[in-house]
Structure formats: structure tokens, C-alpha cells
């Protein structure tokens, strides 16, 4: 990995500290990181969630896009989950993660890409995005 995405990962996992962050080098300087255990509730039926993503070794300057959630992911109301949701992918894509350090399980994925990404402007992080998405996440 490269150094910016072991920094990267080392914040995410002193925010999500007593969570388990599993972690998987891909073939390139990046990582894919699963969150397990972040809280949910409502609007949704399941209490908690992973959360997935893949770090490139761009980090800090390429986003952090997309997210990826459990697969069984439902509302309270029984409503469908809305727009930028949908099922039936895989985290981590098969061949990404280098080896069996993170195998792949099926998921929910949450399209939130950063469009309006300025080069000199403040850098997001991939915690500060991940937040962000999760925050989006629970106001659907």
C-alpha cells in the first residue's frame, strides 16, 4: 500500500475504533476496507451494516466512489430503497484484493460519486466521504 492509503486506513480505523476494520491490498498501492458493525436503524429494518470501499492508490486525490452496504439492506416501511441504491453487486470485486485477505460477499451498492472535485481545493479523505455517505445513507 501506499503510504497516503496506510494513512488513510489507520484514521478510518481510529474513528470506527472497536468496530472491526478488515482490510485487503489490491495489486496497484491501494485497498479495499470493510467497516463492520456501523449502526443503522431506522428507516431501516437491519440494525447495523458493513460498509465497504475501495481506496486507490491515488489516495488522497482520486474519490473515494462507490460505497457498498449488506445485501439484505430493507426499510422499516417496506418502501423501496430510492434512487443511487441498488443490489446485486459484490464487495470486493473478485481479483481486486490481492490473495484471500478479503473475500468477496454480496452487497448493496450506494453510487454517491464526488463530481465537483476542485484540484487545489481541501482534499476529502476517504473517512470524510465514507461519513458523508453514511450520512446521506440515513437520511433517505
Same mark, same amino acid.
Given at each position: ?17 472497536? $468496530?472491526?476494520?478488515?482490510?485487503? &491490498? ?8 470493510? !467497516?463492520? /458493525?456501523?449502526? %443503522? ?39 423501496? $430503497?430510492?434512487?443511487?441504491?441498488? &443490489? ?8 481486486? !484484493?490481492? /490473495?484471500?485477505? %478479503? ?38
Amino acid at each position: 500500500m501506499t503510504p497516503d492509503v496506510q494513512d488513510a486506513i489507520d484514521e478510518i480505523k481510529q474513528h470506527f475504533r472497536g $468496530l472491526n476494520v478488515l482490510v485487503g &491490498p489490491d495489486k496497484d498501492g491501494g485497498a479495499c476496507v470493510i !467497516v463492520e /458493525g456501523v449502526g %443503522l436503524g431506522a428507516p431501516y429494518a437491519q440494525p447495523d451494516s458493513w460498509i465497504g470501499f475501495h481506496i486507490t492508490h491515488a489516495c488522497p486525490y482520486a474519490d473515494v466512489y462507490p460505497h457498498f452496504v449488506r445485501h439484505d439492506l430493507s426499510r422499516i416501511d417496506k418502501n423501496a $430503497l430510492g434512487e443511487a441504491i441498488s &443490489p446485486g453487486h459484490n464487495f470486493p470485486q473478485p481479483g481486486v !484484493v490481492v /490473495g484471500d485477505a %478479503l473475500p468477496s460477499r454480496p452487497a448493496i451498492q450506494l453510487s454517491r460519486r464526488a463530481n465537483k472535485r476542485e484540484p487545489n481545493s481541501d482534499l476529502e479523505t476517504p473517512l470524510l466521504k465514507t461519513l458523508k455517505v453514511l450520512r446521506w445513507l440515513m437520511s433517505r
